[in-house]
């Protein structure tokens, strides 16, 4: 079954980075654009960034544009979202979710989710 | 950019049939799809391409979606039922798009 599994969230101050990891199971990763989607304590759902299954085409939103970068690593199964210059407003459960067609898109499997606060 | 509006609550007795909106400029000309959300998990695809149900996901949830609306229809209610409910479409200029979220009350 399709598994994904984020890691790596935590308590970081204002400007700090915090690198986040999916690692997934269950289907053939390297053939599948992936994403990952936030969600602010008490509030909705914020799509953030995908990267195509070879990993040459990538896409943010505005809001992380510049500070964050989005990454994969097939051999590992593996995606990977960096994040820098971080702010408060980046306080969000974070969630890896697997990207179903193409120009008109959806996620099929969203992992259970990784905490970042930003707060000093 | 491009926006996504839905009510932020709808209530429904049990057994009763829910409807939920989802608004945007020609949104009929895009497909849209909709997540389930209980508290504490991750959201659950219920609906894709306008009125695609992913296996496991029972036939009392169906789509539609026309001019500058998609609705998602829980028919037969149950408290099982209850949650938050996202629409969601993609556009090309801004990527993933989500609306604000539904909270379903089944009372």
């Known amino acids: 079954q399709v598994q994904l599994v984020e890691s790596g969230g935590g308590l970081v101050k204002p400007g700090g980075s915090l690198r986040l990891s999916c690692a997934s199971s269950?289907?053939?990763?390297?053939?599948?654009?992936m994403s990952w989607i936030r969600q602010a304590p008490t509030k909705g759902l914020e799509w953030l960034s995908y990267i195509s299954s070879s990993g040459t085409a990538i896409y943010y939103a505005d809001s992380v544009k510049g500070r964050f970068s989005i990454s994969r690593d097939n051999a590992k199964n593996s995606l990977y979202l960096q994040m820098n210059s971080l702010r408060a407003e980046d306080t969000a459960v974070y969630y890896c979710?697997?990207?179903?067609?193409?120009?008109?898109?959806?996620?099929?499997?969203w992992g259970q989710g990784t905490l970042v606060t930003v707060s000093s | 950019s491009y926006e996504l509006t839905q009510p932020p609550s709808v209530s429904v007795s049990p057994g009763q049939t829910a409807s939920i909106t989802c608004s945007g400029d020609?949104?009929?000309?895009?497909?849209a799809c909709w997540y389930q959300q209980t508290p504490g998990q991750s959201p659950v695809l219920v609906i894709y391409q306008d009125t695609k149900r992913p296996s496991g996901i029972p036939e009392r949830f169906s789509g539609s979606n026309s001019g500058n609306t998609a609705t998602l229809t829980i028919s037969g209610t149950q408290a099982m039922d209850e949650a938050d409910y996202y629409c969601?479409?993609?556009?090309?200029?801004?990527?993933?798009?989500f609306g604000g979220g539904t909270k379903l009350t089944v009372l």
């Open positions: 269950g289907f053939t990763f390297s053939d599948y654009y």
């Open positions: 979710a697997r990207r179903r067609g193409s120009s008109s898109y959806y996620f099929d499997y």
């Open positions: 020609k949104l009929g000309d895009k497909y």
């Open positions: 969601q479409v993609s556009d090309s200029s801004t990527g993933g798009v």
